[in-house]
T-cell receptor, first 114, second 111 residues
Framework: DGGITQSPKYLFRKEGQNVTLSCEQNLNHDAMYWYRQDPGQGLRLIYYSQIVNDFQKGDIAEGYSVSREKKESFPLTVTSAQKNPTAFYLCASSVYRGSNQPQHFGDGTRLSIL | LAKTTQPISMDSYEGQEVNITCSHNNIATNDYITWYQQFPSQGPRFIIQ???TKVTNEVASLFIPADRKSSTLSLPRVSLSDTAVYYCLVGPGSGNTPLVFGKGTRLSVIA
């Protein structure tokens, strides 16, 4: 079955620590995205990538970093510079960049601060 | 990017038809209208997409008037499992502008 796998489902971070959230897709999609969702809020775009070795900042990129070394993988690092990292993080992919291409989402990673 | 306005919440009884309207007054010529559904602690799921007139699939119908300044997602005979947040997105058919997921409409289906 094709889809997007995010891991871990729950993640705890200590103050001052970097953590990396995994996102893998086997849909052969070119475009991938990371969103952040806070309780009762919509999704906000952190970073997106249209192709391997390329990525662009979204609306709230500060305190986050990404890499796109492989087509199927788009990991997100939440750095210590992100002062309020507690949130639900969602990864998505689409055939290519463009709003007429439906995005397929993973089941998310819930990050909490210890 | 066209801004969208949706009701914050709606309630419905099981078995009723639910219509959720989204306003997008400044929709551009190349923009599509896409609806997603999100259950708690899950990622959003694509429901339906349209450009004009009416689109129907096994889950929902999407009605778009001629001026395209609004759209209506219609869910026939809702059940308790349709309780979710529904997002309306409007964006360019091409180009690099990021999509914007607003707060959506929280639909509560009551038995």
């Amino acid at each position: 079955d094709g889809g997007i796998t995010q891991s871990p489902k729950y993640l705890f971070r200590k103050e001052g620590q970097n953590v990396t959230l995994s996102c893998e897709q086997n849909l052969n999609h070119d475009a991938m995205y990371w969103y952040r969702q806070d309780p009762g809020q919509g999704l906000r775009l952190i970073y997106y990538s249209q192709i391997v070795n390329d990525f662009q900042k979204g609306d709230i990129a500060e305190g986050y970093s990404v890499s796109r070394e492989k087509k199927e993988s788009f990991p997100l690092t939440v750095t210590s510079a992100q002062k309020n990292p507690t949130a639900f993080y969602l990864c998505a992919s689409s055939v290519y960049r463009g709003s007429n291409q439906p995005q397929h989402f993973g089941d998310g990673t819930r990050l909490s601060i210890l | 990017l066209a801004k969208t306005t949706q009701p914050i919440s709606m309630d419905s009884y099981e078995g009723q038809e639910v219509n959720i309207t989204c306003s997008h007054n400044n929709i551009a010529t190349n923009d599509y209208i896409t609806w997603y559904q999100q259950f708690p602690s899950q990622g959003p799921r694509f429901i339906i997409q349209g450009y004009k007139t009416k689109v129907t699939n096994e889950v929902a119908s999407l009605f778009i008037p001629a001026d395209r300044k609004s759209s209506t997602l219609s869910l026939p005979r809702v059940s308790l499992s349709d309780t979710a947040v529904y997002y309306c997105l409007v964006g360019p058919g091409s180009g690099n502008t990021p999509l914007v997921f607003g707060k959506g409409t929280r639909l509560s289906v009551i038995a």
